[in-house]
């Protein structure tokens, strides 16, 4: 059976907790189609957030990678197009440190850009197959999401391995993040947790199927 690698965030900012860590967690060990999952979760900073997919992309050396991360404010589940060699960060890490117009990497000849290697439009069709809104992003910020993406496709490449299917998925809050927003917030648009987990194990079966 194939392994595919599926990472969350931590909790970072003012949420109270993160629905892509839970959904990771919940989805860890099992069998989905034709991969089995090994979850894992990311620190919320970037360079330990670096050292910590390299570890795990040379200790499981996965035939998948699925990322995950949190997108506050976005209505449904979404997949992303591409990842930038730029950091820009609106909010401070979990180490309290800001990125503004630096370079993600600053290897030399490290590439603008990598387009994710996920079948898009096939997960986009498993969502909605399955009853689940969701769609193609063409932003994936340029936080720390957008860096782990950048960072396990440039690490993949320079491994020999970038025909290993890989990219990103960002989830919309869940009903403990919508609820911890204070009355003089705009409403937070959210799934609940098990919808987003449901998600997640969608695009982990329609990933494994292309293996």
Not at 175 to 196: G, H, K, N, T, W
Request: proline share 9%; with cysteine.
């Amino acid at each position: 059976m194939s392994t595919l690698l599926l990472t969350g965030f931590e909790r970072f900012h003012t949420h109270p907790s993160n629905p892509s860590a839970q959904a990771a967690e919940a989805l860890n060990g099992q069998a989905a189609g034709q991969v089995q999952v090994v979850s894992a979760l990311l620190p919320v900073e970037p360079q330990a957030a670096a050292a910590a997919l390299r570890a795990l992309l040379e200790r499981h050396q996965p035939d998948a990678v699925l990322l995950t991360g949190l997108a506050a404010g976005r209505p449904q589940v979404t997949v992303e197009r591409v990842a930038l060699n730029v950091m820009d960060f609106l909010i401070p890490d979990n180490a309290g440190q800001t990125y503004r117009d630096l370079p993600a990497c600053t290897e030399p000849n490290a590439p603008a850009a990598y387009l994710s290697t996920l079948p898009l439009r096939a997960v986009v069709k498993g969502w909605h197959s399955a009853g689940i809104p969701g769609s193609i992003s063409n932003t994936a910020g340029l936080y720390v999401c957008n860096f782990v993406l950048y960072h396990a496709l440039h690490q993949l490449a320079r491994l020999g391995r970038a025909q290993v299917p890989c990219g990103f998925l960002h989830v919309p809050a869940n009903a403990e993040l919508a609820l911890a927003v204070s009355e003089d917030q705009p409403p937070l648009p959210y799934l609940p947790q098990e919808e987003i987990t449901r998600a997640v194990r969608v695009a982990v079966e329609i990933v494994g199927r292309r293996l």
